[in-house]
């Protein structure tokens, strides 16, 4: 059942806000978030990063579709030149047919060069060498494939190895529309543009990577005790709602 929006409300009277404010000042003269966000982000999260090169012709997360390239959903385990619909190149349609299936090392090695792993690929892609920066990548890729359901990849957005949480959890569709209602709580921080004055962006996340690093938060495997406030007083529900709604605020 879908808890009322009042309660949520209630739990937050303005007294608490003030001290949230207090609060947050208190982080950014101790910890200087700036700093620790740099150091502590982890390995997926700087792929969203390296995705960038990738975005032009590719689509991924809610709603993905094909564009110049194939969208990138359910990648792990699909079949080379999988997606009904898109036109493939035949060197593609040929992999696929040879038995071709996407997992961390085929995607490794089409990555770096794809112009010598699957010859005569219409993939205008000179490729990416850097081994750090294809792992980094295939790590924010998977949090797009249900493969990724033994959460390792989800420790990198929680920053905390052997982060646990019920997978149950990571599957509650989120009311995007609930979440929009609840956005005006981060909003006064966290702005739509990005990052601003020390407090990070949370735009365009992969949903189940949010919903990883508000749960963290709220069982206090990450610090930031501004954050362990916030996250404590929402239910499963709502921050299933935020990461659907914060995944694509533009919508
Ligand atoms: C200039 C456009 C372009 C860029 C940039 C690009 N791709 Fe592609 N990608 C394509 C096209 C077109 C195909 C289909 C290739 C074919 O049919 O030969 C493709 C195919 C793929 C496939 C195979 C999907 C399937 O359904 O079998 C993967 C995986 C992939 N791209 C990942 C990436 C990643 C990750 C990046 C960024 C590092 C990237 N691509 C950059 C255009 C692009
Ligand atoms: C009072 C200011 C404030 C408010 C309000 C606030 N946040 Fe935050 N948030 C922060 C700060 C500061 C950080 C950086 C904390 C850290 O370093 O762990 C942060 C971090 C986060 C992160 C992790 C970002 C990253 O890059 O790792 C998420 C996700 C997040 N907040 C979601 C929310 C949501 C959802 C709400 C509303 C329900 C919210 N925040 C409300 C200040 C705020």
Not at 44 to 62: F, S
Not at 157 to 169: H, K, M, Q, W
Not at 235 to 250: G, M, N, V
């Amino acid at each position: 059942m879908r808890p009322t929006t009042a309660n949520l409300f209630e739990h937050i009277p303005i007294r608490v806000q003030r001290q949230l404010q207090l609060l947050l000042l208190v982080t950014i003269v101790t910890f200087s978030p700036r700093v620790m966000l740099s150091d502590e982000t982890g390995e997926a999260h700087r792929g969203q990063q390296v995705y960038m090169q990738c975005h032009e012709c590719h689509e991924i997360g809610n709603g993905a579709t094909n564009g110049i390239g194939p969208h990138l959903n359910q990648l792990f385990g699909r079949v080379a030149g999988g997606i009904d619909g898109f036109h493939y190149s035949p060197s593609f349609i040929s992999a696929g047919a040879e038995g071709l299936v996407w997992n961390v090392d085929s995607i490794a090695a089409y990555l770096e060069d794809p112009q010598s792993y699957i010859e005569g690929t219409r993939m205008n892609y000179p490729g990416l060498r850097d081994k750090e920066q294809r792992d980094e990548l295939i790590a924010f890729l998977r949090l797009f494939s249900d493969d990724s359901d033994d959460l390792m990849v989800l420790d990198s957005y929680t920053n905390e190895p052997g982060f646990s949480l019920d997978p149950d959890v990571l599957e509650i569709e989120g009311d995007r529309e609930y979440g929009e209602y609840l956005s005006s709580l981060c909003t006064t921080c966290h702005q739509l543009a990005g990052e601003d004055a020390g407090i990070p962006a949370i735009i365009n996340w992969p949903e189940r990577a949010f919903v990883a690093a508000m749960h963290a938060y709220k069982n206090k495997t990450r610090t930031n005790p501004v954050m362990q406030i916030i996250a404590e007083r929402l239910s499963d529900e709502e921050i299933a709602a935020l990461a659907a709604y914060f995944a694509d605020p533009q919508d």
